[in-house]
């Protein structure tokens, strides 16, 4: 992983969550529905009880397995054997190591580097992902899972997000958003959190994911 910057990426996203339209995108997603209606990614953080995901947060669980399929992964059973099973000591080993408190942009960068914790766990996810089969969407499933271990810190990337946010060539997702996550975007973050009425549980680096998942949606 370089860690080249898109010093660019922080005005383009303050022009996409400042817009109305952000506020009406994260009620439609988190909105509560009869079954098989509405956006199934709703259910991503509710699989498993706070007390549940707290107690867990250094331990990878079948509740984080199961929550994939929230956000259209299914793993392969023999991934997930792996994972629960004899791989499992190396991953919580990992995530021990990994800041559960903080957010992306208060960590250093050195917490995001080629050599850190959450790096090395996404490497190994992302391999795990390529034995199971799909290898177009490793990086998206060691994504999406360090982002259920580590909400606060890991934001998920996928091909939606990736095309909208058109990082620069070489630019790495994690530092870019570091630094792009100023104070201002921060802020109407927030306020398109309190006006969309969403649940505590759903953190600044998960809204954004949903906007900008969203909003891709519609310049498809």
Do not use: C
């Not at 995108?25 to 707290?54: C, K, M, V």
């Not at 360090?146 to 620069?168: C, E, T």
Request: hydrophobic share 40%; glycine share 4%; proline share 5%.
């Amino acid at each position: 992983m370089q860690l080249t910057i898109d010093t660019s990426l922080s005005s383009r996203l303050l022009h996409i969550v400042s817009d109305r339209e952000a506020v009406e995108d994260l009620r439609a997603y988190f909105e509560d529905g009869p079954p098989n209606t509405g956006y199934p990614g709703r259910w991503f953080e509710q699989i498993g009880s706070p007390a549940d995901q707290e107690l867990n947060r250094d331990r990878l669980t079948a509740d984080d397995i199961v929550a994939l399929s929230a956000l259209s992964i299914r793993l392969p059973i023999t991934v997930s054997a792996r994972l629960l099973g004899e791989d499992s000591a190396e991953i919580n080993e990992l995530l021990t190591q990994i800041p559960a408190d903080a957010d992306l942009w208060d960590v250093d960068r050195s917490d995001l580097s080629p050599r850190s914790a959450a790096y090395r766990l996404f490497t190994k996810f992302r391999a795990m992902a390529w034995n199971g089969g799909d290898h177009g969407t490793s990086g998206v499933t060691a994504s999406k899972l360090l982002a259920r271990k580590r909400p606060r810190l890991i934001p998920i990337y996928d091909h939606q997000v990736s095309q909208l946010v058109d990082l620069g060539k070489g630019a790495n997702w994690w530092i870019s958003l570091r630094e792009a996550l100023t104070d201002e975007v921060r802020d109407h973050l927030e306020q398109a959190h309190r006006s969309a009425e969403l649940s505590p549980m759903i953190t600044p680096l998960r809204t954004l994911d949903v906007i900008l998942w969203m909003r891709a949606r519609h310049t498809e």
